[in-house]
């Protein structure tokens, strides 16, 4: 059972324009919901993240767009540079522990010139 | 400061053979994750442990995998009598107990010829 669900599994698009990748989860008991950004040959590292108490955290081109009734929530990379051409992986977590991530399955963003 | 480390960075054995994996967390954080990332897909949990407290080992796929944590800070994973689907990029994460923020190492890539 796949409790975090993400799309597109692939994503291209043209620098200057906007990115929006998609997650929507299962688990209610889920508090916490970080993106990461990882490239080739590296860990992933932590972009940014959402409390389901706020419906939209920006920080800098970045911005989570949360819906607690919907059960989804999303990444929207605006002004999109080739250096932004990443695997991107949304994830989940209980809230008041620093317990275990569930991630999606990532998105390859590839943005072209 | 320095982040999480991870050695070997690249392991390749033979089918049968058992391999360690060594993890070097950020200095002070007291929770340490163990995922998985196979081709292609998302991570998948295998193991975390926080401070003393008795690991939560919930997504170790068999009992060919074990991990223990020394001193409450370094980690090794051991996969032992390693069958090709353990091919794999293994990837260790720390975090402090109160911040829950996953910091990821850049990972060891396992393959099993």
């Known amino acids: 059972q796949q409790q975090v669900k993400q799309s597109p599994q692939s994503l291209i698009v043209q620098k200057g324009g906007i990115s929006i990748i998609n997650c929507a989860y299962e688990n209610t008991a889920f508090d916490y919901f970080p993106w990461y950004q990882q490239f080739p040959g590296k860990g992933p590292a932590l972009l940014i993240a959402i409390r389901p108490d706020v419906s939209e955290k920006k920080e800098g081109r970045f911005t989570i767009s949360f819906n607690k009734s919907a059960k989804q929530f999303s990444l929207h990379i605006m002004d999109s540079q080739p250096g932004d051409s990443a695997t991107y992986f949304c994830a989940a977590r209980k809230a008041g522990t620093a317990s275990k991530l569930t991630f999606g399955t990532g998105t390859r963003l590839q943005v072209t010139l | 400061g320095a982040g999480v480390s991870q050695s070997p960075s690249n392991k390749v054995t033979e089918k049968g053979k058992d391999v360690e994996l060594r993890c070097d967390p950020i200095s002070g954080h007291t929770a340490l994750y163990w995922y998985r990332q196979s081709l292609g897909q998302g991570l998948e949990f295998l193991i975390y442990?926080?401070?003393?407290?008795?690991?939560?080992k919930s997504g170790l796929p068999s009992d060919r995998f074990s991990a223990e944590r020394t001193g409450g800070s370094v980690s090794t994973l051991t996969i032992q009598r390693t069958q090709q689907e353990d091919s794999a990029v293994y990837l260790c994460a720390s975090s402090t107990r109160l911040a829950g923020e996953q910091y990821f190492g850049p990972g060891t890539r396992l393959t099993v010829t």
């Open positions: 442990f926080q401070g003393n407290s008795a690991p939560d």
